[in-house]
């Protein structure tokens, strides 16, 4: 069997695995990645979806992260506008909890050391004459308002394989790695397609590890290294209720436990509450919410809300695992936010100096660009230079707009469609940016999209995802690469299922 040869073999397709496979591949180098589920199909579809510096983060003086967060927000805002976009904050102030002048001061340093060029200031609010302060309790009486951004996780990480894709890179889905081996100076690595157990072998000068949760158990399992115990697994769980308020900002709210959670106007119809901190110790694919972090949150979000939240307003739930570099810190909510990026070289024989390894721990979603352009210098370092650092003026598939220009990019969009719905534009624009004209081509009527399967999904949408976003399933299209999810009934959900089995094979 003729073998693949690749520069670099990543295994993971989360944020950070697409960030670095993308960035590899257009340097030069031959890059595969692997990944054994769906893409984004681990923590980076379960995230709180900001792209933020982390105000919190300030006070365990992670200086660096946050201004390089807070750099990122503007730069990936132009690289992707229309999976990301500013978001307003609202902080109210909590008699008790920090005070006044502390939360000013964070916020000014918040405001003046991340190179904000776009986003607005912060401002003082009264909430008795501000309409956020009408959903609140009337005892929430001062606010500050701050900027950050918002992101579609899933679909960052889907349109960062895309590119990949686009420049050269091979990405292959439903394929785990099973077993890495250093042979003859480079790297044999054997992956199993999940739905056939059909096995191939590659070889690679150097492998990236960036499964996320499953780091550890990739250098256990994969690698035969026993001794691997370099992550911090931390569960955070978010629940979805029915939009608690009209305006379009959004709240982060102060605890008495010290943490801070958000709510978030989510998907037009629906508000997004989260999250929680809780060292997890299983396995990182069966994560889902506690009665006790529900409770927490209801009762978190309540102590705010004029409504309070009951358990029986909840829509939806999701749970992830952040894979953060265990630091020793004693509270989950302590353990540092920063990436740790860790190369390994064989020491010994012949192997000496080459077939690295990249082991990637941590990290967030905000800072996948920076940290893949970290990985980079070190896989230059282990196999040699080929091109420039090149991501940070590089729109992402559908992203080729001006930040601030999104409603007139929408607006012609809209115009070249003209008989279809203008929500489903605005819809689709949301998702794939200039990309919507390979979905929509000349259609003229809604019938010229195929088979309608409710919530606005339509088959010219899902031949898209199965032929250029690697999608197989119903959850694919309905969890990461939309959220229709949260809308589609279960009749049609099992059209849709059919409709891809069949649509898979005559392909
Ligand atoms: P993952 O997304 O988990 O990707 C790893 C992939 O590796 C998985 O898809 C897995 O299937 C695959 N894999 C594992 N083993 C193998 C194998 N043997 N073969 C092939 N593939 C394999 N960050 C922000 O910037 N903003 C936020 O608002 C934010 N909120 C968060 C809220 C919560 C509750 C959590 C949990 C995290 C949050 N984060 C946030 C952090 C961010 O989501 C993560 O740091 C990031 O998604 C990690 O991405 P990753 O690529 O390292 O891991």
Known sequence: MPQEQYDVFVIGGGINGCGIARDAVGRGYSVCLAEMNDLASGTSSWSTKLVHGG?????????????????????LWQNAPHIIRPLRFILPYHKGLRPA????????????????????????????????GKPLKPLFSKAFEYSDCWVDDARLVVLNARDAADRGAIIRTRTEVTDVRRENGSWRVTTKDRATGAETIATAQLVVNAAGPWVDKVLTGAFGDNNARNVRLVKGSHIVVNRMFDHDRCYIFQNADNRIIFAIPYEKDFTLVGTTDQDFDGDPGEVEISEAEVTYLCNAASEYFAEPIHETDIVWTYSGVRPLYDDGASKAQEATREYVLELDQATGGTDAGRAAI?????????????????????????????????????????????????????????????????????????????????????????????????????????????????????????????????????????RLSEHMRAASQSD
Not at 58 to 73: G, I, K, N, Q
């Open 101 to 132: 002048w502390m939360l000013r001061l964070g916020l000014f340093l918040y405001d003046h050391i991340g190179g904000r060029k776009l986003l607005p200031t912060t401002r003082t609010l009264d909430m008795h004459s501000d309409t956020s």
């Open 358 to 494: 990249l082991n990637v721990y941590g990290g967030k979603i905000t800072t996948y660009r920076k940290l893949a352009e970290a990985a980079l210098e070190k896989i230059e370092e282990a196999i040699g230079k080929r091109g420039a650092v090149w991501t940070r003026t590089a729109s992402l598939p559908g992203g080729d707009f001006p930040a601030t220009g999104f409603d007139e990019a929408l607006d012609k969009a809209a115009a070249t469609w003209p008989n279809l719905d203008r929500a489903l534009i605005e819809r689709l624009f949301h998702l794939y940016g200039t990309r919507i004209h390979d979905v929509l081509k000349d259609a003229e009527t809604p019938d010229d999209l195929g088979t309608d399967f409710g919530a606005g999904l339509f088959e010219a949408e899902v031949r898209y995802q199965m032929r250029h976003e690697w999608a197989i399933e119903a959850d694919d299209v309905l969890w990461r690469r939309s959220k229709l999810g949260l809308r589609i009934s279960e009749d049609d959900k099992a």
């Open 55 to 75: 105000l919190r983060y300030l006070e365990y003086y992670e200086f660096r992260l946050v201004r390089e967060a807070l750099t990122e927000r503007e730069i």
